[in-house]
């Protein structure tokens, strides 16, 4: 069986407003009046007159006044124990906003390229972890181009990436995060870490490991190598540490960010390879939104950890 709200029973119920429902529970708590005005934070007449006020609105007296003190009716009684639970719920939802205002609670998706994955992400989500522990987190990882139209369908609320004009499509906003620097790497034991003076002839033969680089990008790095786009790429993954396991167990030329790589260069373990006249690659970092779009406070706070991390 269905039951529906005639006009009348909806306006009846928009009328009994929290505030008053308040008040009514407080005073069949007190069963005074003075008391119940004490504990609401208004005068005694300001309480009488909110009672009368829901009285009216309802169509049936709540409350039995006597010289003895003040007792719900049975309409009042079921009143009470029908609003309680309301009111608790109302306290819970504002402590639930007033959390999520500051970011301490719920969920934020969001999405990451590949090299901020490697290099800026573990540090800003670890540092949101221990500042703000409610926030629950879901990242995708993806080229700019994926994660643009996972924006575009609202599965996530921003992401972060290569920001190059080439490299995203209109209608987006763009932040500036950071600036990566990108080059050719291997492993310590590759034959060309052994060169001294390198050329870019050197590099004509070896095939490379890389993530899906933009279009543009991609064109000049095999420009630049004198290669075809076949030809030239090993593997295409977007998953940096996959890459990195790849090029420590074979020759493949890795194509990274120094960033990504911090801890493979300081050990010695990987090599940066600087032929002449190479032309060093340039990783513009940004966070991502739908243009004319409000940020959550989440996402806000989101994007300033990551410029944190960033400097």
Not at 127 to 134: K, R
Not at 213 to 224: F, S
Request: glycine letters at 6%; proline letters at 5%; hydrophobic letters at 50%.
């Amino acid at each position: 069986m269905h039951y529906f709200l005639n006009f009348n029973d909806f306006y009846s119920l928009k009328a009994m407003d929290l505030r008053k429902l308040q008040h009514a529970v407080l005073l069949a708590q007190t069963c005074h009046f003075a008391r119940a005005a004490a504990l609401a934070h208004i005068t005694q007449s300001a309480l009488s007159r909110s009672i009368s006020a829901l009285e009216d609105e309802l169509g049936m007296r709540l409350f039995e006044r006597g010289n003895t003190g003040v007792a719900p009716t049975a309409a009042g009684r079921t009143l009470i124990q029908r609003a309680q639970p309301l009111l608790r719920g109302a306290r819970d939802l504002s402590h639930d906003m007033a959390l999520f205002r500051r970011a301490e609670l719920g969920t934020l998706a969001v999405g990451a390229g590949p090299f901020p994955a490697a290099t800026l992400m573990p540090s800003a989500l670890a540092a949101l972890q221990e500042s703000h522990p409610g926030l629950s987190l879901r990242v995708e990882i993806n080229h700019a181009g994926a994660l643009a139209a996972l924006l575009q369908q609202e599965a996530i609320e921003l992401f972060v990436a290569d920001t190059r004009a080439e490299a995203l499509p209109p209608g987006l906003a763009v932040e500036p995060v950071s600036v990566l620097h990108g080059g050719l790497f291997c492993r310590h034991s590759h034959p060309l870490a052994q060169r001294r003076l390198l050329q870019l002839a050197d590099l004509e033969t070896q095939r490379l490991a890389s993530v899906q680089l933009p279009l543009a990008v991609e064109a000049g790095l095999i420009r630049m190598l004198r290669r075809s786009r076949d030809d030239a790429f090993a593997v295409v993954c977007d998953n940096v540490y996959l890459l990195k396991e790849v090029a420590r167990r074979s020759d493949v030329v890795l194509v990274c960010t120094r960033e990504a790589l911090a801890a493979e260069l300081a050990s010695g373990e990987f090599v940066a390879l600087e032929p002449q006249r190479w032309q060093p690659l340039l990783v513009s970092v940004g966070a991502v939104t739908l243009q004319g779009r409000s940020r959550s406070p989440a996402a806000q706070l989101f994007i300033a950890t990551l410029q944190s991390v960033a400097t």
